[in-house]
């Protein structure tokens, strides 16, 4: 058997340092293949760029690492890897090693999550990583992505071995700031965020509104079995993921409707 296919890619653009920090780490368990967004894609959840054609070219950075770049989203990286780019069908994927936590109900926002469930869909063991940076309004923190990336490869390494994961499926990996007291695998919690709505006037004295949000200090009660708790205390979580977002409780009791709903006359 060759070398595994490795496909790295991120939603922070190819310049960011979590990628880099992915690529060094990985390229020891096999062939690193990126493609990657040619900018920030942040909260770009599953965007696709159907509206105009993809370009993709090679990209040599500074350090002599070969990668792809995209006008495409995340999602479209690894949809073009996957669907001829890459050298072959990648055996595991990548995404990350996103600046910044993607942690509870927010997943859903994540590009760097979105890649991972590309891959997903695509029946290909994926797995999202971030690293949270702490506090907004705490003192700064230069992360160490060498770390991130080390948990990556332990997971990469398990997911190559043998792969629990069934088509659908991905892992959604948080690294806390500080040297991890342990893994805590996890459900997704609730949100970090506090979000509010700032108004003010532009130059030309029309409203605008910005859409902002402030970290809570601290997780909500009833959380200690989430990845928000985890990571709020010092824990690395990982939390299984499907993209069958289906309400299954639900689905049963809503089939009372079927029987007496009130159907258009033609
Ligand atoms: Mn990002």
Known sequence: MGKPLILLTNDDGYL???LLALYETLKSLGEVWVLAPDRNWSAASRTRVFHKPLRVS???LPDGVLVHITNGSPSDCVSLAILGLAPRRPDVVVSGINAGANLGRDVTYSGTVAAAMEAAQAGIPALAISQDLGAENGEEKV???QRAAQIAASLVEKLLA???LPSGTLLNVN???E???GVKITRLGTSIWRDYLVKGKDPRGRDYYWLAGEMMNSPPPGEEDTDVWAVFSGYISITPLQLDLTD???LKALRVW???FSLPAK
Do not use: F, T
């Open 16 to 18: 960011a340092p979590g």
């Open 58 to 60: 090679p990209v040599r």
């Open 143 to 145: 992360p160490d992505y």
């Open 162 to 164: 043998n792969s629990p």
């Open 175 to 177: 690294v806390p700031l």
């Open 179 to 181: 040297r991890p007291k």
């Open 248 to 250: 299954h409780r639900l």
């Open 258 to 260: 079927e029987m007496d």
